[in-house]
């Protein structure tokens, strides 16, 4: 296939992305928290806090369509070494075609990160996160963050982005360290990556 045909595929299948998440936005604006799939830039400024060399599953949160996943398997994370919990059975679907030796896992991550963390062999070396956290109150953001934390690795990171200019979780709300990016100006809206390690 020359160049052209597979950069005319990938315009085609983003289009597709977008239709989906727009359709699945509009049936459950809440449960999916975006009106299209995260930038390029975005879900690479995401994938460069996570160490592919640090053993352990990378645990994707809400990866909807899936380019931050595709950005993590190009930062050097092995595919079979990702572990993808979405919501929308249509996206697990999709995910299991372009992923296929990632383990995906459809289901609420809200509820099932730390029964994760005990089906897995090591600590996690990182969990990336595109859930749409201000949909959901402090104490359960704050009970995500806590069960994230609990199985990782000592340094490992917790990955979030926002399009608030705030922290998704507050610092006086978890023992943690936290850093932020610089603002995502590339992204539609504009985006900030939050970083959470164990304090």
């Not at 990702?82 to 609420?108: H, I, K, M, S, W």
């Not at 897995?120 to 995500?144: E, N, Q, W």
């Amino acid at each position: 296939m020359s160049s052209q045909s597979l950069q005319r595929l990938e315009k085609t299948l983003r289009l597709d992305d977008e239709v989906r998440f727009i359709r699945s936005w509009l049936e459950k604006p809440l449960a999916i928290g975006a009106v299209t799939p995260s930038g390029r830039v975005l879900a690479r400024a995401m994938a460069r806090y996570v160490d592919p060399d640090l053993p352990g599953a990378v645990i994707e949160l809400g990866p909807g369509t899936g380019p931050i996943t595709e950005a993590l398997i190009e930062q050097g994370v092995a595919e079979d070494r990702l572990v993808l919990v979405e919501y929308n059975p249509t996206f697990c679907q999709l995910l299991r075609a372009r992923f296929p030796r990632a383990t995906v896992l459809q289901g609420d991550a809200y509820g099932t990160l730390r029964r994760i963390g005990h089906a897995v062999s090591d600590p996690a070396a990182a969990i990336v996160s595109g859930l749409p956290l201000f949909t959901k109150p402090l104490k359960t953001r704050v009970r995500l963050l806590r069960d994230a934390l609990h199985v990782m690795r000592k340094d490992a990171p917790f990955i979030q982005f926002t399009y608030a200019v705030v922290p998704p979780i507050p610092k006086s709300a978890v023992s943690a360290r936290v850093e932020a990016s610089e603002r995502i100006w590339m992204n539609l809206p504009p985006a900030r990556v939050w970083v959470y390690r164990k304090g």
